[in-house]
Each structure stands twice: as C-alpha cells, then as structure tokens.
C-alpha cells in the first residue's frame, strides 16, 4: 500500500510569514492528492484538490504543487486564523490514506 | 450541498462491535459517490476506515478489513459501519464523508465520538 509521508509534523511561524508543508507518496499517485484544513475541535475541509486546484471558498494564499510522488502546500502569507492541522490524502485508486499531519502555530 | 449526520452509541464495551449510522439528510444515496468513515482518535490524525458505491462495491482500509463491513440502506438514504471485537485503541470520533470518483472527501458530518470502555 501507498504510505504518505508529511513533514514538518508542526511548526512555528509569523504572522506574515510564507508557510510551506511537503506530502511525500512511497509510489507515484500522478495528481490525486487533496490537502484538508482542520481546526481544533472541528471537522476537516477541503482546501486543494487535483494536487493544485483550490477549493471554492479556499483564500488565495493557500496555494499546491506537486505531482507523481512529492506535493507541497504554501500559505504565502501566514494569517492567525490559518492556526491548524494540515493533513495531505491520496486520491488515487487503492486505499484513501492521510498523511500524519502537521501542526500550524503561530510564533 | 449534500448533508450527513452520524448517529451510534457514545460508548462500546471491549470485545464488542460498533455501529455507526450515517444518515444523508441532503442528497441521494444512489447518487454516483462513494459514501465512506473517517476515524479520529483522541490527540491523532486521520485514518480512513472504508466505503461503499451505491452499486454495493466497497473498499475496506487493509489494516482494519478483516473487523470492518460498510453497508447500505437506500429506503432510509443511508450508510452504516460495523466494526467488530473492538479495543481501546478504536476509541475516535467516527466521521462520516463523501465523495466522487477520484475526488477528495467535500462533505463530513460533524463526527461522533466513540468510547471503548467497560
């Protein structure tokens, strides 16, 4: 099975501050990856699909890239509601697996 | 805009068998998604459990495959799970989602926290 690997597991940033998550698959997945925002104590929402396809709604400062195996979430400018868990999933046929997340605190 | 509530028991003895209901209050069951559980456990990420296509196919999460059934219910426009010989480690709050194709999950419940306990 495809394991997805993200990193960093938390960080510390700045208001202001360009934010950049990786999420990294053991096999090639072409472009089914989606990024999900989740805040404490709430359900996740969908940020990107497509690996790079904002979600409608989504602020323009989020932004995602990637393809094959490795895959990146931006937050260009860190923003204090941005405070949360990140978590990358593929897409692509096979079991739906999540990354284990990343933990977006503010400095 | 489709809407999904979890309903179950709060709390499931060791060595029982959870069961969850997920009932789809906005939206068709036999619409061409995939219907499927997402777990939570306490302080942890996300793990994805199973799901099933209105035409009865299902994918299970290997790891959990051999406890897990997802199953359907198109008079109540509704998805279950049954999870058996549970343990402390399967204590989560239990979401429900789905999606389409290839996509990613765009609708959740708002989750049910379930507690294995005696």
């Known amino acids: 099975d495809i394991q997805m690997t993200q990193s960093p597991s938390s960080l510390s940033a700045s208001v202001g501050d360009r934010v950049t998550i990786t999420c990294r698959a053991s096999q090639g997945i072409g472009n089914y990856l989606a990024w999900y925002q989740q805040k404490p104590g709430k359900v996740p929402q969908l940020l990107i699909y497509?690996?790079?396809t904002l979600q409608s709604g989504v602020p323009s400062r989020f932004s995602g890239s990637g393809s094959g195996t490795d895959f990146t979430l931006t937050i260009s400018s860190l923003q204090p509601e941005d405070v949360a868990t990140y978590y990358c999933q593929k897409c692509s046929s096979g079991p739906l697996t999540f990354g284990g997340g990343t933990k977006v605190e503010i400095k | 805009q489709v809407q999904l509530q979890e309903s179950g028991p709060g709390v499931v003895k060791p060595s029982g068998t959870l069961s969850l209901t997920c009932v789809v209050s906005?939206?068709?069951?036999?619409?061409?998604?995939?219907w499927s559980w997402v777990r939570q456990p306490p302080g942890k990420g996300l793990e994805w459990i199973g799901e099933i296509f209105p035409s009865g196919n299902t994918h299970y999460n290997p790891s959990l495959s051999s406890r897990v059934t997802v199953s359907l219910d198109r008079s109540k426009n509704q998805f279950s799970l049954k999870l058996t010989s549970v343990t402390a480690a399967d204590t989560a709050v239990y979401y429900c989602?789905?999606?389409?194709?290839?996509?990613?999950?765009?609708?959740w419940g708002q989750g049910t926290l379930v507690i294995v306990s005696s």
């Open positions: 989602a789905t999606r389409s194709g290839f996509d990613p999950f765009d609708y």
């Open positions: 906005v939206g068709s069951i036999s619409s061409s998604s995939w």
């Open positions: 497509a690996a790079s």
